[in-house]
Protein backbone atom coordinates (compact mmCIF):
# COMPACT_ATOMS: atom_id res chain seq x y z
CA UNK A 1 0.00 0.00 0.00
CA UNK A 2 1.19 3.18 -0.75
CA UNK A 3 0.14 7.33 -0.53
CA UNK A 4 2.61 8.41 -3.13
CA UNK A 5 0.97 9.38 -6.44
CA UNK A 6 1.71 7.26 -9.23
CA UNK A 7 1.59 8.75 -13.17
CA UNK A 8 0.20 6.88 -15.67
CA UNK A 9 0.35 8.19 -20.01
CA UNK A 10 -0.75 7.03 -23.24
CA UNK A 11 1.61 6.02 -25.74
CA UNK A 12 2.24 9.15 -27.42
CA UNK A 13 2.56 11.14 -23.80
CA UNK A 14 -0.66 13.33 -25.27
CA UNK A 15 -2.50 12.61 -22.28
CA UNK A 16 -1.37 11.87 -18.84
CA UNK A 17 -2.65 11.18 -15.33
CA UNK A 18 -2.36 11.03 -11.61
CA UNK A 19 -3.63 8.37 -9.01
CA UNK A 20 -3.30 9.12 -5.20
CA UNK A 21 -3.96 6.94 -1.87
CA UNK A 22 -4.33 3.19 -1.66
CA UNK A 23 -4.99 0.86 -4.39
CA UNK A 24 -7.67 -1.45 -4.40
CA UNK A 25 -8.63 -3.93 -6.86
CA UNK A 26 -5.95 -5.45 -8.99
CA UNK A 27 -7.08 -7.95 -11.44
CA UNK A 28 -6.93 -9.63 -14.86
CA UNK A 29 -10.23 -9.64 -16.57
CA UNK A 30 -10.47 -12.26 -19.24
CA UNK A 31 -13.96 -11.06 -20.85
CA UNK A 32 -13.86 -11.00 -24.08
CA UNK A 33 -15.08 -7.06 -24.12
CA UNK A 34 -11.26 -6.41 -22.31
CA UNK A 35 -10.12 -8.73 -24.68
CA UNK A 36 -11.29 -6.08 -27.58
CA UNK A 37 -10.44 -3.12 -25.98
CA UNK A 38 -7.05 -4.04 -25.25
CA UNK A 39 -6.20 -5.73 -28.39
CA UNK A 40 -4.46 -8.86 -26.11
CA UNK A 41 -4.98 -11.80 -23.56
CA UNK A 42 -6.85 -10.20 -20.90
CA UNK A 43 -6.99 -6.63 -19.34
CA UNK A 44 -4.55 -5.90 -16.09
CA UNK A 45 -6.70 -3.18 -14.23
CA UNK A 46 -6.35 -1.24 -11.45
CA UNK A 47 -9.30 0.03 -9.57
CA UNK A 48 -9.49 3.26 -7.59
CA UNK A 49 -12.31 5.60 -6.76
CA UNK A 50 -12.65 8.64 -8.76
CA UNK A 51 -11.30 10.71 -6.13
CA UNK A 52 -8.25 9.43 -6.55
CA UNK A 53 -7.79 10.10 -9.88
CA UNK A 54 -6.97 13.28 -11.93
CA UNK A 55 -6.22 14.06 -15.59
CA UNK A 56 -2.88 15.86 -15.45
CA UNK A 57 -3.24 16.61 -19.28
CA UNK A 58 -4.73 15.44 -22.29
CA UNK A 59 -8.54 15.18 -21.50
CA UNK A 60 -9.66 16.87 -24.35
CA UNK A 61 -8.08 14.37 -26.09
CA UNK A 62 -9.51 11.27 -24.28
CA UNK A 63 -12.10 9.37 -26.28
CA UNK A 64 -15.22 7.50 -24.66
CA UNK A 65 -16.99 4.52 -25.69
CA UNK A 66 -19.97 3.27 -23.55
CA UNK A 67 -21.43 -0.10 -24.93
CA UNK A 68 -25.31 0.22 -24.04
CA UNK A 69 -25.51 -2.79 -23.31
CA UNK A 70 -23.10 -3.04 -20.67
CA UNK A 71 -23.69 -2.36 -16.58
CA UNK A 72 -20.55 -1.38 -15.73
CA UNK A 73 -17.90 -1.35 -18.69
CA UNK A 74 -16.99 1.65 -20.86
CA UNK A 75 -13.57 2.08 -22.40
CA UNK A 76 -11.05 5.50 -22.94
CA UNK A 77 -8.68 6.15 -25.50
CA UNK A 78 -5.98 8.66 -27.04
CA UNK A 79 -7.91 10.09 -30.06
CA UNK A 80 -3.79 10.41 -30.81
CA UNK A 81 -2.23 7.15 -30.39
CA UNK A 82 -4.93 5.14 -29.71
CA UNK A 83 -3.84 3.39 -26.46
CA UNK A 84 -6.20 2.27 -23.62
CA UNK A 85 -6.47 4.95 -21.22
CA UNK A 86 -8.37 4.57 -17.41
CA UNK A 87 -12.26 5.02 -17.92
CA UNK A 88 -14.68 5.45 -15.55
CA UNK A 89 -17.15 2.64 -15.02
CA UNK A 90 -21.16 3.14 -16.07
CA UNK A 91 -22.74 4.89 -12.43
CA UNK A 92 -19.30 6.33 -11.77
CA UNK A 93 -18.32 4.61 -8.64
CA UNK A 94 -14.70 3.65 -9.67
CA UNK A 95 -12.23 4.62 -12.21
CA UNK A 96 -10.54 1.48 -14.02
CA UNK A 97 -6.94 2.15 -14.69
CA UNK A 98 -5.54 0.10 -17.45
CA UNK A 99 -2.40 -1.45 -15.99
CA UNK A 100 0.26 -1.05 -18.71
CA UNK A 101 -0.56 3.09 -19.43
CA UNK A 102 1.46 3.52 -15.36
CA UNK A 103 4.69 4.83 -15.42
CA UNK A 104 5.07 4.35 -12.08
CA UNK A 105 5.05 1.05 -9.49
CA UNK A 106 1.38 0.93 -7.88
CA UNK A 107 2.97 -0.98 -5.23
CA UNK A 108 0.44 -4.01 -5.37
CA UNK A 109 0.34 -6.43 -7.66
CA UNK A 110 -2.65 -8.57 -9.39
CA UNK A 111 -4.08 -10.99 -6.96
CA UNK A 112 -7.29 -12.71 -9.02
CA UNK A 113 -8.41 -13.65 -12.79
CA UNK A 114 -12.16 -12.66 -13.43
CA UNK A 115 -14.04 -14.03 -16.01
CA UNK A 116 -12.35 -16.95 -16.37
CA UNK A 117 -14.77 -18.96 -18.55
CA UNK A 118 -14.60 -16.82 -21.07
CA UNK A 119 -10.80 -16.82 -21.73
CA UNK A 120 -9.25 -16.89 -25.37
CA UNK A 121 -9.12 -20.50 -26.88
CA UNK A 122 -5.29 -19.64 -27.45
CA UNK A 123 -4.93 -18.51 -23.84
CA UNK A 124 -1.49 -20.01 -22.54
CA UNK A 125 -0.29 -18.55 -19.36
CA UNK A 126 2.89 -16.39 -19.98
CA UNK A 127 4.58 -18.67 -17.14
CA UNK A 128 4.63 -21.68 -19.31
CA UNK A 129 6.59 -19.71 -22.33
CA UNK A 130 10.34 -19.28 -22.24
CA UNK A 131 11.69 -15.97 -21.55
CA UNK A 132 14.04 -14.01 -23.77
CA UNK A 133 15.22 -10.44 -22.08
CA UNK A 134 15.13 -9.53 -25.68
CA UNK A 135 13.42 -10.32 -28.93
CA UNK A 136 15.21 -13.89 -29.18
CA UNK A 137 17.97 -13.97 -31.98
CA UNK A 138 17.17 -16.20 -34.81
ZN1 LIG B 1 -1.74 9.28 -26.95
ZN1 LIG C 1 -13.26 -7.53 -18.72
Known amino acids: MSSDVISGSCLCGEATYEITGNMGIFQYCHCSRCRKFTGSTYASNLFVSPDQFKWVKGESIVGTYSPKETKYFATAFCKNCG ?8 GGKVVVIPAGTLDGNPGIKPHQNIFCASKAEWYKA ?6 YDELPKK
Not at 83 to 90: A, D, F, G
Not at 126 to 131: A, D, K, N, T
Open 83 to 90: SSLPWRSK
Open 126 to 131: SSELPE
